[in-house]
């Protein structure tokens, strides 16, 4: 056969048998066939190139001319077969996704969405996950060794507009800060913490270090305990931190972090900056999109995190996830600023 071993395996992917593969790689190579030549060819037994030829047929991977006496075998080219079984696996996955969102709304019991990250390499995995899904914000920090792992991910993020806030530990080096896209937010803690990654404030990733053990990863997706994670990272690794590259050479920021969104506000007011931009909030138990300009913000560490807009001529006060005091929660924003 021209195709090797492994070439056939890959096959698999798409839902093929072992004879169903032989079968197909057969015609696609030496065919038209009659089932007859496909055994003599492929090596599949006699009494099973029929049900495989009808099992490939109803795949859309086989057609047949229908002879006197018997039938030829034609193979359909891959591009156009197999794209017939990934939209048939597309659709099994919608409708089964679909099944299960109807599940969990007949559910009543909540289980936090945390799973254990084994092995630093998977941890530079996730974490490259987490940033090339990332759409509005990555809120991030790391040591030299990580940041060379990741510095190409997180420059095409900004590249296609995402917001990049980091935190880098004394071990990452001056030269190394050359290399990074300049509308990257970038602080220096002088004091080494702990590497997180949160993504569009919806999954984060923080690394475990094990004290001579192999180091692990708890990777989650629970809203509150995003939202822990968050705070954690505001309070003991941004607060102590310093800027090296702030918001104020930026023209666009997208976010959905009240804080960071606050921290952006704040410099780019105290610069006499004008700021306007769409905020999705959450109002009176309803999504609303509203065209604002960001007037003011307001902050008292460990109380809130207040952003302050104006709206058809009336000021509204956005929070975060908890939004005890204000008008409306913060579920995203697109700044331009003037």
């Known amino acids: 056969m021209i195709m090797s071993k492994l070439q056939f395996d890959e096959l698999k992917r798409f839902g093929l048998s072992d004879y169903e593969i032989k079968a197909y790689v057969t015609l696609l190579t030496k065919g038209p066939l009659t089932s007859t030549e496909i055994v003599k060819q492929s090596g599949i037994p006699q009494p099973r190139v029929y049900d495989v030829l009808q099992n490939l047929s109803a795949k859309g991977l086989v057609e047949y001319m229908q002879g006197d006496k018997r039938r030829t075998y034609i193979a359909v080219p891959p591009r156009i077969g197999l794209k017939k079984v990934i939209r048939e696996m597309d659709n099994y996955i919608e409708n089964f996704e679909r099944r299960l969102t109807e599940l ?4 009543f019991n909540i289980i936090p969405q945390i799973w254990i990250v084994e092995k630093d390499t998977k941890i530079i995995e996730k974490t490259r996950e987490i940033i090339s899904s990332s759409r509005n914000e990555i809120i991030v920090s790391a040591h030299s060794k990580t940041i060379d792992e990741i510095i190409g991910e997180l420059n095409d993020a900004s590249d296609r507009g995402v917001t990049v806030a980091l935190v880098i530990y004394p071990d ?3 030269k190394i800060l050359q290399k990074f896209n300049p509308r990257i937010i970038i602080k220096r803690r002088d004091i080494e913490a702990s590497e997180v990654i949160i993504g569009d404030r919806s999954i984060g990733l923080l690394r ?3 004290g001579g053990k192999e180091n692990y990863g708890l990777y989650f997706k629970d809203d509150e305990i995003i939202h822990i994670l968050n ?3 505001y309070h003991t690794i941004w607060q102590p931190s310093k800027y090296i590259n702030d918001f104020l050479s930026l023209e666009k920021i997208s976010l959905n972090t009240a804080w960071l969104c606050c921290e952006a506000g704040k410099q780019l007011l105290l610069a ?3 700021i306007r931009g769409e905020f999705e909030v959450i109002m009176n138990n309803k999504k609303h999109r509203l065209t604002a300009n960001l007037v003011d913000v ?6 809130k995190h207040t952003i302050y807009i104006e709206h058809n001529g009336k000021r509204i006060s956005l929070g975060g996830k908890t939004a005890r005091v204000e008008d409306a929660r913060l579920l995203n924003c697109r700044l331009e600023i003037d």
């Open 208 to 210: 475990v270090e094990s």
């Open 298 to 303: 307001e902050v008292l560490p460990g109380l």
């Open 272 to 274: 006499g900056k004008k």
């Open 231 to 233: 705070y954690y990272f």
């Open 104 to 107: 969990k709304k007949d559910s």
């Open 172 to 174: 990452v080096d001056e």
